[in-house]
């Protein structure tokens, strides 16, 4: 039997792809039909990924489970910014607001996959918003995400890069939310650790009310912070800003005797901390930039707003791996 496998499957008759590392026992599936979503990642029978009941209720909620990707992450106030001058208005698709972008439920072109042992098994996809007039319209550059979910000797990496093929620089804010699950009776012993410098204060309805600091939080989250001990939503969402250099998250399964390790790289500064009320899950999620940036005073530096030049890139890569607790 090889070690690697890429096998087609399908998820209430719509097509997705199994990524399978024989030797380590993991298997990851994907949905290129919605947003390449990635909505399983399982290790040894247990579960890493909250998965949602059904497609539908991925569809109609493509946010709330598995793995979204957020562009931009969170809410845009008044669904508008400006950005170098140009304002853009995005859909209200959060009545007054924009949130986390569009690419969490389109359809991405599956442009590659395979299983092999150099490359272990991986699928690539694509989204041009050039074939998209209609976001277009809205954001007017010619962005193509190619994005690769690859598992390889029991790590399940995603890499990928942003090209920006239109004739001006474009703004970007990109995030994930990944919902790592655990069951109910062994919340108490699921344990949170993250390399957080400073915790953003934030106004009633979330948004950043003031420049970062360190906390009591992020002295526990150094320590290892359990699930339970979290703040309950709405304060259960905290955005942070993470120490420079490589950054690497962590959760701890003491029922299960395992680590999750969440090497996010170096591209996310801002990382947002958020325990879900609708599932039993918790979300270590990194961010380019903080939430709503283009509208908010905070220097560069501190907010991590930025953008692509005309004709350049923007490339990263983050990756999950589960290992015994020491």
Known sequence: MRTYEIISSEWDGV??????????????????????????FDVGNESYIAKPESLAVLRAQSSRYGVPILFPPGRVKQAAFTFEGREYRLPANREPHHAHGELRERPWKVV????????????????DFAEHPEMLAYFPHAACFRFTYRLKDGTLSLSGEIANRSSQSMPLSLGFHPYFAFAKEEASRVRVVIPAAAEWPLSEDGYAAGEPAPSALTAALHQGQLVTELPEYPGGS???????????????????????????????????????????????????????????????????????????????SWSIRVIALD
């Open 112 to 127: 590659a996959s395979g299983a092999d042992a150099a490359e272990g098994a991986y699928v690539s996809a694509e989204i």
């Open 15 to 40: 097509s997705t792809f199994k990524l399978v590392d024989h030797a380590a026992k993991a298997e990851a599936e994907v949905i290129p039909a919605v947003g390449f979503h990635l909505f399983r």
């Open 238 to 316: 905290q955005m942070l800003t993470i120490k420079p250099g490589h950054q690497s998250c962590e959760l701890h399964y003491e029922a299960r005797g395992t680590k999750l390790v969440y090497d996010m790289g170096d591209r996310f500064p801002i990382h947002v901390l958020f325990t879900a009320p609708w599932s039993d899950a918790v979300s270590l999620e990194p961010y380019t930039s903080i939430m709503n940036v283009f509208n908010e005073p905070f220097s560069a530096d501190l907010s991590g707003a930025k953008g692509i030049a005309a004709g350049g890139t923007f490339e990263f």
